[in-house]
């Protein structure tokens, strides 16, 4: 509490003492200074500096200097931004919270949009960023606007727009750890009311484990996509767009590797764990395994959105169309080795390991209708309608032996919405702004367990209705400085826990709608003639009713299954400042830093962790073995989160060519990857330095760029599993090593025109 006091009175001063240096600067120069950023924070154009939101902003530019091309590069955009890379579950965090969780029935609290698209599940998100014009993050509940999956935050990805005159390029990459990767992209005018933009890519990475088995790579990477974009304005008044959208991704894997064997830990185990470690020393560096079938997992997107705008006499109709499909494949080897699993636990006459996978198939249909004043006057607002409808098809199978499961369900959601925003000029300097939404959620299940000689089927059907909203005050302190205070309420609706082992009690009591209240206090200023900038955010959020991924023993398998519960309650508070600096002309300084405290308030009777004790807090209540969390950090939200940067360019002479060099460095702090906080699963904090240099010729049509990613080859964990029950009251810890955490160097070769 004291650290949000003493950065309330940081955020306080700043405010005060900011209008007299902008008050003392000439106004600014927009060539000479930082550029203007707009964004649609609040679904229409804005300054950056005048929305009562906190909001972080990359641009086409910072995305190529910066070597954004996964999404999971985008941590270096926002201080309050985390991603959890699980093998076959990826999850984003905001200011510490966001969703992890198994069920295709559960949405997350974090939602992804790309060109008014909202994606399906959350890993439908984590593909390449190709073509992109810039990534907005939206930090807090956003649900008045942009809906119920947006209880923590929001990342809003647009892409380029169609060119005014014909234009194109085509890039290849190259890199140490054998990716190759084209793009290519051509854009223009086809008649005075037509325009077109057409961008297509393809990749392939060989993976960065070694399988000792038979001396292939795993976690390779293969990716290709296509984008097209038809822009139109038939009459003065009419605007619209249509984007067709196509991507697949291959991963050989998703593996982990062994992290820490205990001793003896191979001699007493259900499952045979000697031969995994044949050749292999487990730690922090091991990037091998030794198993006969590494898996995959494939994903296959498509997108179709259309968008027009009527321009009114004093407001703007706008409908937004969508619908999209999702594909996911995916199968793990469950047992993670050689070992003829079958054959070494009955001596029977099959043989083979433990696999777990099975398809899912998506799609969703969207419509928003929205109508807008036009801005110019003491009061402005919006209001609209919203309507989505998605079904989700998974199967499921795992097996042959240990923990059987088999299979099928299909998930539907519809939601119906109506909001409405609106701002007040109180004075010339001092605006209200309130937004209110009501939405109404159907969700339905249909669940058929075929392990059983007589299947048996679950169907159920529930619907929430639930209201959110915004209230906010900002006043200029001076013409660059503006402070704010806003309070909003999230709400992330209820979903059923479809996994194994569903049954007729999760029918009945689907997991609980989430909900949260954010305060939020903060300022954005320019001084110095726009040279600097400094935004700084204090923020308190409680959640009632979290949503979270948790783990319980099976007393007949004694294995680890998953299962969604509802944290009573948790809070999240902290401070968050960003500074972007452009001393001279060519050199540009950026940096953000976040504290983020997110503790769980009230979980009296979660579940123990593996092989805790009494004296660390495991008591028995009845048939279960439960502990008190209140007072404990949420999983993987770090407590500090910092990222600088620099971008510096410069002439070569006087040939006319030119180039651009930049470096970054990003830190967080430990976390945990636990809900249930087993000690055993902390990452330590570490810092990542990236870098790059790039030359052009004279007319800027060819560029050519060298870049590092992780210079000093820092090693760290995106995931860390202890495998206590699977082996037998051992802690065998399992880590995921992304690509990331490792040092490779990249050449980037660019011919534009």
């Known amino acids: 509490m004291t650290t949000i006091v003493y950065a309330t009175a940081l955020v306080a001063a700043a405010a005060v003492a900011l209008p007299a240096a902008a008050q003392q600067t000439s106004a600014p120069n927009a060539e000479e200074g930082l550029q203007s950023v707009v964004v649609t924070a609040q679904k229409r154009a804005q300054s950056m500096q005048d929305v009562p939101v906190a909001v972080s902003t990359v641009d086409a530019r910072a995305i190529e200097n910066q070597q954004i091309v996964d999404f999971s590069d985008l941590t270096r955009v926002s201080p309050a931004l985390t991603i959890n890379q699980n093998p076959n579950n990826n999850n984003i965090s905001l200011r510490g919270v966001g969703t992890f969780a198994y069920s295709p029935g559960i949405e997350s609290a974090v939602s992804v949009i790309v060109d008014d698209v909202p994606v399906i599940q959350q890993l439908q998100a984590f593909s390449n960023l190709s073509d992109v014009e810039r990534v907005e993050v939206l930090r807090g509940p956003q649900g008045t606007l942009f809906g119920k999956n947006s209880s923590a935050g929001l990342i809003n990805i647009v892409t380029k727009s169609s060119a005014e005159a014909l234009e194109g390029h085509a890039q290849l990459t190259l890199t140490s750890d054998h990716e190759r990767r084209v793009e290519a992209g051509l854009s223009g005018p086809l008649s005075e009311q037509l325009g077109y933009r057409i961008n297509a890519y393809a990749g392939q990475r060989d993976g960065e484990i070694r399988n000792l088995a038979n001396g292939t790579d795993l976690n390779g990477d293969t990716n290709k996509g296509v984008r097209l974009r038809l822009d139109f304005n038939p009459s003065t008044t009419l605007r619209g767009r249509l984007i067709a959208d196509y991507s697949k991704r291959n991963i050989e894997g998703p593996v982990t590797t062994l992290l820490a064997v205990p001793a003896g830990a191979s001699q007493q185990n259900k499952a045979p764990l000697a031969p995994a470690l044949a050749g292999i020393q487990p730690g922090p560096d091991n990037r091998n395994v030794r198993m006969d079938d590494p898996g995959f997992s494939n994903t296959e997107n498509s997108s179709l959105s259309g968008t027009l705008n009527w321009k009114l006499e004093d407001h703007t109709l706008t409908s937004v169309s969508t619908y999209q499909k999702w594909n996911y494949r995916f199968l793990t080897d469950y047992d993670g080795s050689t070992v003829d699993l079958l054959a070494a636990l009955t001596s029977g006459a099959r043989h083979g390991g433990v696999t777990q996978g099975g398809p899912s198939n998506a799609h969703m249909l969207t419509q928003e209708l929205r109508l807008t004043s036009n801005g110019e ?201 960003e500074v972007t600096g452009k001393p001279i002309n060519t050199l540009l300084l950026e940096s953000s830093v976040g504290y983020v405290d997110a503790v769980i308030k009230d979980y009296p009777r ?91 010729d004279p007319s800027h049509s060819f560029k050519v760029t060298l870049y590092v990613n992780n210079l000093f080859d820092k090693t760290y964990a995106s995931f860390i599993g202890d495998n206590y029950n699977f082996y037998s009251g051992s802690h065998v810890l399992t880590q995921t090593l992304a690509r990331n955490s490792q040092r490779y160097v990249g050449l980037r070769v660019k011919y534009e025109f």
């Open 377 to 577: 006057g003491v009061f402005n607002y919006l209001g609209g309608l919203y309507y989505s409808n998605s079904k989700i098809e998974r199967s499921f199978i795992r097996g042959p032996v240990l923990s059987v499961a088999n299979w099928k369900a299909l998930a539907g959601n519809e939601s119906m919405a109506a909001f409405a925003q609106a701002d007040y000029k109180l004075t010339s300097a001092t605006r209200i702004n309130a937004g209110l939404r009501l939405n109404r959620e159907t969700i339905d299940v249909d669940y058929t367990n075929s392990v059983p000689a007589t299947p048996v089927n679950y169907v159920g059907t529930h619907r929430d209705d639930a209201a959110t909203g915004k209230l906010a005050l900002q006043h200029d302190l001076a013409k660059a400085v503006m402070i704010y205070a806003s309070y909003a309420t999230g709400y992330k609706g209820a979903g059923y826990d479809i996994s194994t082992g569903f049954d007729a009690s999760r029918v009945r009591l689907p997991v609980a709608p989430e909900t949260s209240k954010a305060y939020e206090l903060g300022v954005k200023s320019r001084f110095l003639q726009n040279r600097l900038q400094v935004n700084a955010t204090v923020f308190d959020t409680d959640y009632d009713d979290f949503q979270a991924q948790s783990s319980r023993l099976d007393p007949v398998t004694n294995l680890t299954q998953n299962a969604l519960t509802n944290v009573g309650k948790l809070r999240t508070r902290g401070v968050e400042l």
């Open 606 to 696: 979660a579940n123990c962790y593996p092989g805790q004790t009494v004296a660390q807090g495991c008591v028995v209540i009845g048939n279960a073995s439960v502990q008190d969390l209140a007072g404990k950090h949420l999983a993987n939200a770090p407590r500090w989160k910092l990222n600088l940067g620099g971008t510096y360019n410069f002439p070569l002479g006087e040939s006319g060519y030119s180039g651009v060099a930049n470096l970054n460095y990003q830190y967080q702090s430990a976390v945990n990857f636990d809900l249930l906080n087993n000690p055993l699963l902390e990452q330590k904090g570490y810092g990542i330095v990236n870098g790059s240099i790039a030359l052009n």
